[in-house]
């Protein structure tokens, strides 16, 4: 009797796909998995009622058995294009930070002039590439345990990274295109001090700006008949080609945190086959009373 009340509620159940395949239940009923209580029930097999607790239900999907029919066990593509993004984000990130810490270090060459006369640009990458490594530590658990909410929060932090690479990009294309030559006179004359002006005589070997005997900072190598040259040449050429570089990496960096932002927005909601599929009202759910 009760197996045949069972494939007579089948009709009325059956108008909504299954969330995913009984396996247990396969000879028999295959009714849909309940999820109210401590166990699952699924069906009537020989007049015997059917259970899966839910520990064991999240066993399965852990492990990924029935794969197919779960959408768990099996990455998709969305999920693949997703990964490789915040594994780019992550590289950025980590990239940036090393050259940062190389330059506040002193580790690089010429990383003293760099302190001395661009360290507002080097204050924002370091700032920037702190925002994409954050970025890319809320991405990686989001995408590899499937949580929606964690994708949600990398969606939102791809935007101040976007502005801050952007900006990094702006500042250095606009220091490097409108009026160079001015802006480092102003530098050496006014905004330098005479601790600046000797890191950058003794880093690029030259004395003063235009020649030793114009605002220089003396020091064993310079002094006002040393044959050194004067900074100017050599400052304009290395800001030029610092700024150039910075410029380049930059929007580089800014594109591909745009193109993620893309497929962030695409394949979130996609990292399983579940969404949206299978998914059964609450009030066509068969419930078994005790």
């Not at 109210?36 to 239900?57: A, Q, T, V």
């Not at 976007?162 to 702006?170: D, H, M, P, R, V």
């Not at 600046?196 to 020091?219: D, E, I, K």
């Not at 050429?237 to 594109?255: E, H, M, Y």
Request: aromatic share 12%.
């Amino acid at each position: 009797m009760l197996s045949s009340i069972g494939r007579t509620t089948i009709n009325f159940t059956r108008k909504f796909p299954t969330p995913w395949k009984t396996s247990a239940a396969s000879d028999g009923l295959g009714f849909v998995p309940l999820v109210d209580g401590g166990d699952d029930f699924f069906g009537i097999e020989d007049g015997k009622s059917l259970y899966l607790s839910s520990r064991s239900r999240r066993n399965q999907e852990g492990l990924g058995l029935d794969g197919d029919s779960l959408g768990i066990g099996r990455w998709t593509s969305y999920k693949w294009v997703l990964s490789f993004s915040v594994l780019s984000i992550f590289g950025m990130g980590l990239g940036g930070m090393l050259v940062s810490l190389g330059f506040w270090l002193r580790t690089w060459s010429h990383a003293d002039v760099i302190r001395v006369i661009d360290w507002d640009i080097l204050l924002y990458t370091t700032v920037a590439s702190g925002c994409l490594l954050l970025t890319s530590l809320v991405g990686l658990p989001g995408t590899l345990l499937n949580s929606r909410p964690l994708l949600a929060f990398y969606n939102i932090l791809l935007w101040p990274s976007l502005i801050s690479t952007t900006t990094i990009g702006y500042a250095s294309y606009k220091r490097r295109t409108y009026n160079l030559d001015g802006k480092t006179n102003e530098g050496w004359s006014r905004n330098w001090d005479d601790l600046g002006r000797l890191v950058v005589q003794n880093s690029l070997h030259c004395c003063g700006l235009y020649n030793p005997l114009h605002q220089a900072t003396f020091s064993p190598r310079c002094y006002p008949r040393s044959p050194l040259p004067g900074c100017k040449f050599k400052l304009l050429r290395f800001q030029s080609q610092t700024l150039d570089s910075f410029t380049r990496v930059a929007f580089t960096s800014s594109g591909i945190v745009l193109l993620s932002i893309v497929v962030a927005i695409l394949c979130s909601n996609h990292v399983t086959r579940l969404f949206g599929k299978g998914l059964m009202p609450r009030q066509y759910r068969l419930r078994y009373v005790r």
